[in-house]
């Protein structure tokens, strides 16, 4: 595909709702390629549901998403998305597949389905194991990781792919503070090193405000969009979370 446009998405003037209950008002804006954007917001806010109408999963009631400057409608690049769901990490799965299996699953979308697999697919995921740290664990069961194991999985399906768009929806639930780490160090590499772009939506306001490019507040309606060291500081806070909310930002 051919790609003449800065802008990898274009949420506008976005509005969904259910049983007659707004969940997002009026949504307008941008991300560049290549740019690394964490949303935060109370539960409830309507960040994983922006997510779900950006991955084209939820229609909105009104208003338009552009994938690379197509309507969503007309996308037909998935594989250039990849996503990781929310509380995957403690998703119970017994189903009898290996870690190695499980990748290559990401890599249907760009083959297509019913396709021979490939000596550049098997690159492709032996590649995304390899960038996850998960290679040693291929031949393991993934009903038998940890939950940090199991996340860094989980990226390398998406990873395999070969995305240049990754979308991941709190990833760190149900994972150890040690791997959470590990993990926000990872996805930093691949927006810096790789010019992957980066939508992350995270309950982690620390790590949004170092790691991001840019933030996008959102509480039903878009409380601020622009440069965390611009919005992530008591005001902006208090009013995407109320007056309650004592604000402490720690430095790295």
């Known amino acids: 595909m051919q790609m003449t446009r800065t802008h990898a998405i274009e949420v ?5 709702g259910h049983d007659g209950n707004p969940i997002l008002e009026h949504i307008t804006f941008s991300v560049d390629e290549g740019e690394y954007l964490g949303v935060i917001g109370p539960n409830g806010g309507g960040k994983t ?25 007309q996308f037909k690049e998935r594989y250039l998305i990849g996503y990781v769901p929310q509380r995957v990490a403690l998703s119970d799965m ?7 299996e499980v990748v290559k699953s990401g890599r249907t979308p760009r083959m297509g389905l019913f396709k021979r697999y490939k000596a ?13 740290g998960v290679s040693v ?13 199991r996340q860094r999985v989980f990226i390398a399906r ?11 929806d709190e990833p760190e639930v149900g994972v150890d503070l040690n791997a959470q780490e590990q993990f926000y160090s990872f996805v930093e590499r691949l927006n810096s090193k790789l010019g992957m772009t980066v939508l992350l939506i995270s309950h982690d306001i620390d790590v949004v405000a ?16 622009g440069p965390p060291k611009q919005y992530i500081n008591e005001e902006y806070m208090q009013k995407l979370y109320g007056k309650q909310v004592r604000f402490v930002l720690h430095g790295h």
Not at 12 to 16: A, E, M, S, T, Y
Not at 137 to 149: A, P, V
Not at 210 to 225: A, G, P, Y
């Open 12 to 16: 506008n003037d976005v509005c969904f």
């Open 49 to 73: 549901t922006l997510f779900r109408i950006i991955l084209g999963l939820l229609k909105p009631d009104s208003g338009t998403v552009l994938l690379y400057g197509q309507p969503i409608s």
């Open 94 to 100: 017994y189903f009898p597949a290996t870690v190695e």
């Open 120 to 132: 550049k697919d098997k690159e492709a995921v032996e590649n995304a194991m390899e960038m996850s």
């Open 137 to 149: 664990l291929k031949d393991r069961l993934i009903g038998n990781l940890s939950g940090g194991e």
């Open 158 to 168: 998406a990873l395999a792919g070969e995305p240049r768009l990754l979308i991941l």
């Open 210 to 225: 170092h790691q991001s490019k840019t933030v996008l507040c959102l509480n039903r309606k878009l409380v601020c969009h």
